[in-house]
């Protein structure tokens, strides 16, 4: 973990663009709480093959103008072209948007190209080469390791190959076992990678959709937390708060250890954040 100790600590949450304007005012109501946490950034997620790109840049740029938060749209390379990328870069430029996250992304639902963008990489790469060092580019890291790749060791030589590309830092998928992030930045100080791996972590409000998301990008929900989540039935507020007290003490664990900071995946919701940053001494217990 020395390679982590090293980098400032950098806290951060991730929405998703909505299509209701209920879902609209939702957001902006949890911006605006989750600006009290002073995040480095807040960044927005992008449909496969650019399907929400307009409302993704619609919500960046509620960010950037206000609040005071930096934007980071999330930028997909699967099923789109060079061009329709160099578009986008010269956009956010325009937009004053500095922190971009890149992903390979899903293939969208009905479409055969791959596009001009095979890996996470070959993105990093233009985007370097588009914009030489005017982004910061964050990329996706995986302890529990991509469920795509063919083994462990391959999914961290891709990961390798995203930092030489020109990534800045990292933000890993979800996870609720301490060990496996700290196995995993044992693995990457072997192969002499140093750049900042912030965990991202998932605050736990609805067991199904967690079940759900995590058999589709691998993340392991330790039997004891599954079984613990299924006893509560109904019962959503013990559900939540045992959740939080379950991830304050991952989020303990990791920042003793120096990870450098943590993402949230907020789904929107802010309280469940607010509540764990309040554990972790982050936020005043009277915000």
């Not at 072997?190 to 990008?217: A, E, H, Y």
């Not at 959503?236 to 304050?248: A, K």
Request: proline content about 5%; aromatic content about 10%; some cysteine.
């Amino acid at each position: 973990m020395e390679s982590q100790r090293r980098h400032p600590r950098v806290f951060s949450c991730e929405f998703f663009p909505p299509n209701t304007e209920q879902g609209k005012i939702k957001l902006q109501a949890t911006r605006e709480a989750l600006t009290q946490l002073r995040p480095a950034f807040f960044s927005v997620t992008y449909g496969a093959g650019g399907s929400s790109r307009e409302r993704t840049r619609q919500v960046v740029v509620d960010i950037q103008q206000h609040g005071g938060i930096e934007a980071a749209p999330h930028l997909t390379g699967i099923a789109t072209s060079r061009e329709e990328t160099r578009e986008i870069l010269l956009d956010y430029q325009r937009l004053g948007i500095q922190r971009i996250v890149a992903l390979r992304g899903d293939m969208p639902s009905g479409e055969n190209s791959i596009g001009d963008f095979r890996y996470a990489r070959d993105l990093i790469a233009f985007i370097r080469e588009q914009t030489r060092n005017h982004f910061h580019i964050e990329v996706a890291a995986y302890p529990e390791f991509h469920p795509q790749a063919r083994d462990a060791h391959q999914d961290l030589l891709n990961f390798q190959a995203k930092v030489q590309a020109g990534a800045d830092s990292a933000i890993t998928q979800y996870f609720f076992n301490a060990e496996a992030y700290f196995r995993y930045i044992d693995s990457c100080e072997q192969l002499g990678i140093d750049i900042p791996v912030v965990p991202g972590i998932m605050p736990i409000t609805n067991v199904k959709q967690l079940c759900r998301f995590s058999d589709i990008c691998g993340a392991e929900i330790p039997r004891w937390i599954r079984r613990r989540l299924e006893s509560f039935g109904e019962d959503r507020d013990s559900l939540i708060g045992f959740g939080v007290d379950v991830v304050s003490e991952l989020c303990q664990r990791l920042l003793d250890q120096g990870c450098p900071g943590v993402h949230f995946y907020s789904m929107n919701q802010a309280a469940p954040i607010l509540a764990i940053c309040r554990n972790l001494g982050l936020l005043s217990p009277h915000l």
